[in-house]
C-alpha cells in the first residue's frame, strides 16, 4: 500500500531541516557496513502514531539573482506533485515576511491541506506572538521548536488527519510488480518498449527524457506483469532541476510497489560509482534485484568478454551476490528472452516459504560443519530457527546469548540456506533472538 507524502515548504532559515531530522529522528542516518548502500537526506521515511509516511525537505526558496517568484513556483509544483499534505514553515520569531505571502499564494491555489508549522517558538512567553500567523488563512497556526523538539506532536497529530484513505486493494498475488532502475539514459525507456513490442514510452538520447512512474500491465510466458518505469537517478551534485531532483523520490516511491527491481548498468560507460548508490535503494528497501547489462550490442560481446564483465560486476556489488545479471541490448532485442525468467525466478524466490523442520535439519547440519564460535568464553548456542516472514525472506535464529552472532557466522548461516533452497535474486534477513 502507497504511504502518503508530506513536503515541508518555506522560505530560507526557517528551520525546515531541523524539523525533517527531528521528525525522521535516527532513521536518516541508516548506515550499513556494505559499500555502495547510501540514502540521500532530501527525503526519508517517518513514523507517527503508527502511521507511516514519506517527508520531503524541500529546501528554502532563495533570494538570489533569480526571479523570486519562478524559485517558488519550483518549490510549489514539488508540492503540489508529490505531497498529499504539505507543511508550510515559518519563523515565529520574525514574524510574517514577504516572502512568507507569496509562499503562502502559491500554496493557497495548490488545492492539497496545508498546516501551518510556526517554528523557533522555544518559550511559553512567545506563543502569544503567534496569532499574526493566522492573516495567512491556512487555519490554525502551530506553535514548535526545532531546536527543543517541541508542540512536533501537535503538529504531526495535524498532519496525520488529512492523510488520503489509501485505497485497500489487494494486489493480484499472482502478478509480479517490477520497475526499472538507474542513471538517466541507461536505456530504462527502451529496454520498456522492448519487453512490450511497442513504443509506450519516450526514447530519446537526452538524459532525463522520463520524469514520471509509468504504470504499464502486459502478459508474458502465461504470466501477468506491471512495469514501472521511472525517471533516471543523477548524482546529486549534477541534479539541476527541481523537477529532476525530485525523481529520486518517485523512484524510490516505484521501488516501494515493486516486487522486483531491475537495476540497468550501461555496458558502454561501464560502471561507475552512482550505479552502486542506485542498486543500493532496492537493496535497502528489502525487494529482489535482477541486474541487467543493457547495451551489451555495443561491446565486444563474446563469452570471455561476458565472464569479464561479470566478475566486475561482482567485485562491484558485494552487497548484491545474490542477484542474477542478465546481459542483453534493449535496442536491437538482443537476449531479451533471457530477462522475464530471471524476473519470475527472483520474484517466486522473494515470496518462498521453508518448511521449519527442513530449515533446523539444515542449520543443524551447519552447525556440525562448522561450529559456533565462543566469545569471552562463552559459546554461542542456536537451539531453533523458523522463518517469519515473506517478501524478503526473514528468519529467526533463537540463540542463549544475541550479542554472542557474529556477523561472520551470521553470513555462514545465510550462505548455508542459500545452498540448502536457492533464494537466488532475493535478500533475505536473520535476526538473532534471545530464547525466553
Known amino acids: 500500500m502507497r504511504k502518503s507524502v508530506v ?10 531541516s531541523t524539523i525533517f531530522n527531528r521528525i525522521v529522528g535516527e532513521r536518516i542516518s541508516i548506515v550499513e557496513d556494505i559499500p555502495g548502500v547510501t540514502r540521500d537526506r532530501i527525503y526519508s521515511s517517518a513514523e507517527w502514531l503508527t502511521t507511516d509516511f514519506n517527508l520531503i525537505d524541500t529546501g528554502g526558496i532563495e533570494l538570489g539573482d533569480e526571479p523570486l517568484l519562478v524559485q517558488m513556483r519550483e518549490q510549489a509544483e514539488v508540492a503540489i506533485n508529490e505531497a498529499d499534505v504539505i507543511i508550510f514553515m515559518v519563523n515565529g520569531r520574525e514574524g510574517i515576511t514577504a516572502a512568507d505571502e507569496e509562499v503562502a499564494k502559491l500554496l493557497f491555489r495548490s488545492n ?50 488529512h492523510f488520503p484513505e ?15 532502475i538507474g542513471r538517466p539514459n541507461v536505456g530504462k525507456s527502451s529496454l520498456v518498449n522492448a519487453l512490450l513490442n511497442q513504443d509506450r514510452v519516450i526514447v530519446s538520447d537526452i538524459a532525463g527524457t522520463t520524469r514520471d512512474a509509468v504504470d504499464t500491465p502486459f502478459m508474458k510466458e502465461d504470466r501477468d506483469f506491471v512495469i514501472i518505469d521511472t525517471a533516471g537517478m543523477r548524482k546529486r551534485g549534477k541534479i539541476y532541476e527541481s523537477t529532476e531532483k525530485y525523481s529520486i523520490l518517485r523512484a524510490l516511491k516505484a521501488i516501494e510497489r515493486s516486487d522486483v527491481v531491475l537495476t540497468l548498468i550501461d555496458a558502454e560507460e561501464g560502471i561507475i560509482e552512482q550505479d552502486k548508490k542506485i542498486a543500493g535503494y532496492a537493496h535497502q528497501a528489502g525487494k529482489a534485484v535482477v541486474i541487467v547489462v543493457n547495451k551489451w550490442d555495443t561491446v565486444e560481446s563474446d563469452e570471455k568478454a561476458m565472464k569479464a564483465f561479470e566478475d566486475k560486476v561482482r567485485a562491484h556489488f558485494q552487497f548484491l551476490d545474490y542477484a542474477p545479471i542478465v546481459f542483453l541490448s534493449a535496442k536491437t532485442k538482443k537476449r531479451i528472452h533471457t530477462l522475464v525468467p530471471k524476473i519470475i525466478l527472483a520474484s517466486e524466490n522473494h515470496s518462498k516459504r521453508v518448511e521449519t523442520n527442513v530449515l533446523n535439519d539444515v542449520i543443524m547440519d551447519a552447525l556440525a560443519v562448522n561450529p559456533t564460535p565462543t566469545v569471552k568464553g562463552q559459546r554461542l548456542k542456536i537451539l531453533y530457527t523458523t522463518q517469519v516472514s515473506v517478501k524478503p525472506p526473514g528468519f ?18 545465510e550462505n548455508k540456506i542459500r545452498e540448502a533452497f536457492g533464494f537466488e535474486g532475493t535478500p533475505i534477513k536473520i535476526f538473532a533472538r534471545r530464547r525466553q
Open 112 to 161: 492539497k491541506p496545508i498546516v501551518l508549522g510556526v517554528n523557533k517558538v522555544d518559550n511559553p512567553e512567545m506563543r502569544d506572538q503567534i496569532y499574526e500567523f493566522y492573516s495567512l488563512g491556512f487555519g490554525e497556526p502551530y506553535p514548535i521548536s526545532g531546536t527543543h523538539g517541541l508542540g512536533l506532536g501537535d503538529l504531526l497529530d495535524a498532519v496525520i488527519k
Open 7 to 16: 513536503a515541508i515548504v518555506g522560505r530560507p532559515n526557517v528551520g525546515k
Open 166 to 180: 489509501m485505497e485497500q486493494q489487494e494486489p493480484d498475488e499472482d502478478t509480479i510488480y517490477f520497475s526499472l
Open 396 to 413: 529467526v535464529v533463537f540463540v542463549n546469548d544475541p550479542e554472542l552472532m557474529h556477523f561472520s557466522y551470521e553470513r555462514f548461516l
